[in-house]
């Protein structure tokens, strides 16, 4: 039988609250206002995890700044866990040559999808090519990743949230929590 979402209930604990999440935004978006300031700064987000990230993000950029957002699924791997094998489902719309492009990640778990990604983009031609991301868990790198804007580190447990799922719900959740062990043991 399914198992019914329930939505705040399958939360066994808050882990960043919405308020911490927006004052971190805020001092990101304030870094990298001054640090791209006369620079051609656009902002490459990764679908879905990344959306409501960029989304306040992006607003709390003083600067001007172009947008573009790509969607990767990786496959091979579980609900849980990353297998590094990387599809591009939506790519870029505009070209990214010679442009300062900052990737906004949700979350940097074994690293392996960025590691993908920073490949596939370095080979478009920017002037620079860095990273900000919401939440990092390094206990779980896989591969070694320069990583210049980190919102928080966290411990390795898998979280939603904030754009984050679960078998694709919780996104809509303002903060990031962890679900009660019992919602992974019955089938979504
Ligand atoms: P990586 O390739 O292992 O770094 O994983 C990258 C992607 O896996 C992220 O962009 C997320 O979509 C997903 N992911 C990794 N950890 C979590 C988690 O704790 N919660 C939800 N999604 C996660």
Known sequence: MTRRVDLHGDIGEILVSEDEIQSKVVELGRRISVDYAERQLTLV???????PFMADLMRAISIPVRIDLMEVSSYGGTATESSGLVRILK???????GDDVLIVEDIIDTG?????LIRYLRGKNPATLRIC?????????LVDIPVDYI???????????YGLDYGEVY??????GVLKPEVYSEPA
Request: proline share 4%; net charge positive.
């Open 45 to 51: 987000s990764v679908l879905k995890g990344s959306l």
């Open 91 to 97: 790519d870029l719309s505009a070209t990214i040559e």
């Open 112 to 116: 392996l999808t960025l590691n993908y």
């Open 133 to 141: 991301t919401l939440l990092d868990k390094p206990a779980r790198r």
């Open 151 to 161: 919102g928080f580190t966290i411990p390795d447990q898998f979280v939603v949230g």
């Open 171 to 176: 996104r809509n959740l303002r903060f990031v």
